[in-house]
């Protein structure tokens, strides 16, 4: 089982708990399995153009079997990957992974996408924070997202976790550095407008 001190690479690949959303949608938070490329295959051509663009930064084609073979097969040590899933069928709607260079790293970066029905529904702001919290019983003190300038949601949505935050902007994107090591606060939930509108006075 997961403590509240320690995340092991063996009690990740097993994370599974059930929630709510802020919204009141109910989902599912689990670790993501080899066999679940064949979802993320099936969901691929129902992500629109600006979804793929937000997370990529360009539009890609669709993954092949083999790429998402080793998308979905992690090492936990390494590789924080959870997946939302919603229904009575649990169907995948979201997925995020924290990565880390070596297992004792406190470092890690972020990576998030929301199937397009769900955005705007809480699921990307509970799977983040439920990556944040993992993140650091896994040993986290650090998080790193690269987000497109134009993603508000994801630059608010990061800002809004309450943690110490700084966003350095360069050519077209931020570069969000986060504390998780601290606990969140309200003090930290500062007014997205105003932080945006200081950083782009800045730049």
Not at 85 to 95: C, F, S
Not at 134 to 140: L, M
């Amino acid at each position: 089982m997961v403590t509240d001190e320690i995340l092991t690479a063996d009690d990740a690949s097993r994370y599974y708990k059930r929630v709510h959303t802020h919204k009141g949608v109910e989902v599912a938070i689990r670790a993501i399995r080899p066999d679940d490329k064949y979802e993320i295959l099936d969901i691929f051509p129902t992500l629109s153009q600006r979804t793929l663009y937000m997370r990529f930064f360009r539009v890609i084609e669709a993954p092949s079997l083999e790429s998402l073979t080793r998308y979905t097969t992690v090492d936990f040590a390494t590789t924080l990957a959870f997946v939302v899933t919603k229904g009575p069928n649990q169907n995948i709607v979201a997925a995020g992974r924290l990565i880390r260079a070596t297992e004792h790293s406190k470092v890690a970066e972020l990576s998030c996408l929301v199937v397009d029905h769900y955005q705007h529904q809480g699921v990307g702001n509970t799977l983040v924070a439920d990556l944040f919290q993992s993140g650091k019983a896994w040993g986290v003190e650090q998080v790193i997202a690269l987000v497109h300038s134009e993603n508000h949601p994801m630059l608010r949505l990061l800002k809004n976790q309450g943690y110490p935050c700084e966003m350095l902007f360069d050519e077209g994107e931020f570069t969000v550095t986060l504390d998780i090591s601290q606990p969140p606060s309200d003090e930290n939930r500062t007014s997205y407008r105003t932080t945006m509108a200081a950083m782009h006075q800045a730049v």
